[in-house]
C-alpha cells in the first residue's frame, strides 16, 4: 500500500473524507459506491465498486464469442476502464482507464457509432489517439444506471462498422444489463 501522508479525523457519525487529491486520482466521484474490506492486520481497505465487476467472467466470454462471430475487435468497459478485450492485440487493454471522451459519453447516456456519418472515432483508453477504424459505443444500462458500455472496433485501419455491428453493440450492450439485474 502506497502512503500519502494525509491524515483524517472520523466524525461523530462515523464518517471520514477522502481528499479531494486522491479522490481525484482514482476517479472517485460523488454519489459512486464503495466496498469496504478489512485486513487481518486490521487495515481498513475502501476499494471502488463496479457492478459489471460482478460479472466481468462472463463479460470476457461474451467479448470473446462476440469477437469470434462478428471478427471485429470488442472490448467491454465499466464507468472507469477497459474490463474485457477480445480480438487483435486488445488483451493488453484490459485495466487502462477510459478516456474523458468516453465517460462524457457514458455520463450523457449515449449511443456512438462512426457509421452515422461521423468520420473520426472517440479516444476510447485516457492518453491516447482515437482508433483510425469503425467504432460502435453502447452503454450498458442496470436499473436505470450507466453502468459500463460495450464497444466494437474495426480490426483493420479504415475499416467501417455497419448497422449489424450497432445491434451486435446493442444486444450485448442489453444482456449485460439484464443479467445484471437478476
Do not use: W
Not at 477480445?86 to 462524457?104: H, V
Amino acid at each position: 500500500m502506497k502512503a500519502t501522508g494525509i491524515v483524517r479525523r472520523i466524525d461523530e457519525l462515523g464518517r471520514i473524507v477522502v481528499p479531494k487529491e486522491i479522490r481525484r486520482t482514482l476517479r472517485v466521484r460523488e454519489g459512486d459506491p464503495m466496498e469496504i474490506y478489512t485486513n487481518h492486520e486490521g487495515e481498513i481497505i475502501l476499494k471502488k465498486y463496479s457492478p459489471i465487476g460482478e460479472i466481468d467472467g462472463f463479460a470476457k466470454q461474451y467479448a470473446e464469442s462476440l469477437a469470434q462471430v462478428s471478427g471485429y475487435r470488442i472490448l467491454m468497459s465499466d464507468r472507469d476502464q477497459i474490463i474485457a478485450a477480445s480480438g487483435g492485440a486488445s488483451k493488453g487493454l484490459i485495466g487502462k482507464n477510459i478516456s474523458p471522451e468516453m465517460e462524457q459519453l457514458l455520463k450523457d447516456r449515449s449511443k456512438f457509432t462512426t457509421s452515422d456519418g461521423v468520420k473520426k472515432g472517440i479516444p476510447i483508453i485516457e492518453g491516447e489517439e482515437a482508433p483510425q477504424t469503425g467504432q460502435v459505443i453502447y452503454p450498458i444500462i442496470c436499473e436505470g444506471d450507466i453502468i459500463g458500455s460495450v464497444i466494437i472496433l474495426g480490426k483493420e485501419e479504415n475499416e467501417a462498422v455497419s448497422i449489424t455491428e450497432e445491434k451486435l453493440a446493442m444486444v450485448a450492450a442489453t444482456f449485460l444489463g439484464k443479467q445484471m439485474e437478476n
